[in-house]
């Protein structure tokens, strides 16, 4: 609001006090929220100045930029308007694009394994790129023997704090070190990945300095809201406001599901479009099926069909209902690959009905899909689950709930099923069961699906939002 009220003009570059007053004013309104909504009884305010010791200080922190970005009176800067086509003139520039988020490898999660192959696919065409991030680096870069890279590309290390209960989830926090960033490397265009506390301030930065910035979402906000509280609705309509709000400062934005399209129209977002990611048909394929994973995961009963969840495991992908399931489906194997903060208690729960592998990775995370039978998703709140394309290019069946954007992936009774409520293991089960009788139909219908979802064309769309996005830098 101070950078605001000050209007100070254009300086060559960055506005250098605009930039530095609306962060130190961010970080000093972060440590007002904090000493002032404390979630743990007999902290004082000056352990609240230091989000490290302080559990609630996320949702504070992000109440108070979402209120920020959502109600304040900024309107969107006002800049050329983006070519409708990418011209080969265009296209023989190299860009400089810096990638802000907070899901980069190593963090192993959906959003991970996209920037992954963005981040490869882009280095490999030339452009320079720079991760500004704040997740947690690879072991061996903690210990110095190597640099911090994702896919051999150089990350600017901002401060990062862990979710309280959620020990996957790392994210960034605002700092003086972004000035200096954008400065530096003066990027042709910035690419945010989700919305975080971070990027809300990244994009008011280009929004200020007239740098081009695109934007993709990935995570079905909305529904996370609902799920985690009780005002559903009301946090449903808060949510789209709030996400269609943030958008407007972009020059386009990327969803990955026709549904979260529809889902923020309702909300007036602008410049919106779909996005879906690819899969890699080489590394996920029934080729890697072995008896070895099928013994392991079955628990030396290979003869019996097996259904697997591979995925992230968090109290949102609604995995309690597997334990009815195996209840209802004695004849059935169930296996859970991957880890999360609700691994110990569901191991606790059903670990005589369940086999449980932990995070497999390469080799393994191959063959256990293609050692399986049919793949379940009982979480309603993903937007567009890359766990289900890489169970169709293992040649699975997959059953799916209508709720969210896997329907999108999987098609009715041709390479997978849908059910309708994803609490009901009845309704499942009988999912499942149909999955199981019609396995070598469905199966060739998975794998015909798995190609209309190819990397090339994927970044390729990406990669002509940011030539579109820098075709409007403003000159100085």
Not at 104 to 119: A, L, S
Not at 217 to 237: A, E, P
Not at 304 to 329: D, F, Q, T, W
Not at 428 to 453: M, P, V, W
Request: charged share 20%.
């Amino acid at each position: 609001v101070f950078a605001k009220l000050i209007g100070c003009r254009r300086m060559r570059g960055i506005r250098v006090l605009p930039t530095i007053s609306m962060i130190f004013i961010s970080l000093l309104s972060e440590f007002m929220v904090l000493a002032f909504f404390r979630a743990e009884p007999g902290l004082s305010i000056l352990q609240c100045m230091f989000p490290h010791s302080f559990c609630g200080w996320f949702w504070a922190i992000v109440g108070a930029y979402a209120m920020g970005v959502t109600f304040l009176p900024i309107k969107p800067r006002q800049s050329p308007p983006m070519p409708e086509t990418v011209t080969d003139e265009m296209r023989a520039k190299k860009l400089r694009i810096l990638l802000v988020g907070d899901s980069f490898p190593p963090k192993v999660d959906g959003i991970g394994m996209i920037m992954m192959n963005v981040c490869r696919i882009l280095k490999e065409q030339g452009h320079e790129l720079l991760v500004l991030t704040g997740r947690e680096p690879a072991p061996e870069v903690l210990r110095g023997e190597v640099p911090d890279t994702t896919c051999g590309v150089p990350v600017a290390k901002c401060m990062g704090v862990r979710l309280p209960n959620q020990n996957a989830y790392t994210f960034s926090l605002p700092a003086l070190s972004l000035y200096k960033t954008f400065r530096e490397f003066r990027p042709d265009v910035v690419y945010l990945v989700e919305i975080s506390p971070m990027n809300l301030i990244c994009i008011l930065i280009c929004h200020w300095n007239g740098i081009p910035c695109i934007t993709s979402l990935h995570t079905r906000l909305d529904l996370y809201l609902q799920f985690f509280v009780r005002l559903r609705k009301l946090c449903g309509y808060f949510g789209g406001y709030g996400i269609s709000r943030f958008l407007s400062f972009s020059c386009h934005n990327l969803v990955v599901s026709s549904e979260y399209h529809k889902f923020l129209s309702r909300f007036r977002c602008p410049h919106m479009s779909v996005w879906h990611s690819g899969v890699d048909t080489e590394r996920f394929n029934p080729k890697w099926r072995t008896e070895e994973m099928r013994r392991r995961l079955t628990r030396e009963e290979p003869e019996k069909p097996l259904v697997s969840y591979i995925g992230r495991v968090s109290v949102e992908k609604n995995l309690h209902i597997v334990r009815n399931l195996a209840e209802l489906m004695p004849h059935v194997r169930f296996a859970i690959v991957g880890d999360g903060d609700e691994r110990a208690i569901l191991e606790q729960e059903m670990s005589d009905k369940v086999v449980f592998t932990g995070n497999l990775h390469g080799d393994d995370l191959a063959a256990a899909y293609a050692s399986s039978d049919v793949f379940l998703l009982a979480s309603f709140t993903e937007a567009f689950p890359m766990c289900v394309i890489e169970g169709l290019a293992s040649g699975l069946p997959c059953c799916v709930p209508t709720q969210g954007g896997a329907i999108e992936q999987v098609t009715d009774d041709e390479d997978g099923y849908w059910f309708s409520n994803p609490h009901d293991p009845k309704m499942i089960a009988d999912c499942l069961q149909r999955a199981l009788d019609n396995h070598e139909r469905l199966s060739a219908g998975a794998l015909a699906k798995s190609k209309t979802f190819e990397w090339g064309a994927s970044v390729q769309q990406l990669l002509d939002e940011c030539y579109r996005a820098a075709a409007t830098m403003l000159e100085d």
